[in-house]
């Protein structure tokens, strides 16, 4: 789907405020309310938009620590990976898992409450994972610019 202007407008406002009303979002981009609501069908229907969702702050709700953790895996073989992915999604206090380029293989992102419970999941959990090598943990110790929109 080619991405005009209106449908930019449009995933710019909603990735800003995704709970406004079709009415408040047409007036936000200058269209009437039964275009702004096929566009944005349209842009859910081609997977452009695919969800919404509520953005918690994680300390207000008792996940004070987060952990970036670099994990290199013995064998690169296909299965392997598949496993090792299966494994890290099911886990809760992973929030983000990136398969990356370089000196590592995955890229974790890991919320906990404090760091002896990161600890605790750290050791009995991330290293029992399936083909583990090597781990880093990298403590966030300030959020300069947490994600919150991608540009458009």
């Excluded at 079709?22 to 944005?40: D, F, M, T, Y």
């Excluded at 370089?102 to 760091?115: H, K, W």
């Excluded at 090597?134 to 403590?139: A, I, T, Y």
Aim: with cysteine; charged share 30%; net charge neutral.
């Amino acid at each position: 789907m080619e991405l005009g202007k209106t449908e930019t407008k449009i995933l710019t406002h909603l990735q800003t405020d995704a709970r406004m009303t079709n009415q408040e979002l047409a007036e936000q981009i200058g269209i009437s309310s039964s275009p702004c609501w096929r566009k944005v069908r349209k842009l859910e229907e081609e997977e452009i938009i695919k969800g919404y969702r509520a953005v918690l702050n994680r300390k207000k709700i008792g996940l004070g620590v987060m952990v970036f953790v670099r994990v290199a895996i013995d064998s690169h073989s296909e299965a392997e990976a598949r496993k090792f992915e299966q494994e890290v999604t099911a886990l809760e206090n992973v929030v983000a898992c990136y398969s990356i380029g370089g000196d590592a293989d995955f890229l974790i992102q890991v919320v906990s409450r404090d760091l002896d419970s990161y600890a605790e999941f750290a050791m009995s959990v991330i290293r029992r994972l399936p083909g583990i090598k090597e781990m880093q943990s990298m403590f966030v110790l300030k959020e300069i610019k947490p994600f919150t929109a991608f540009p458009i």
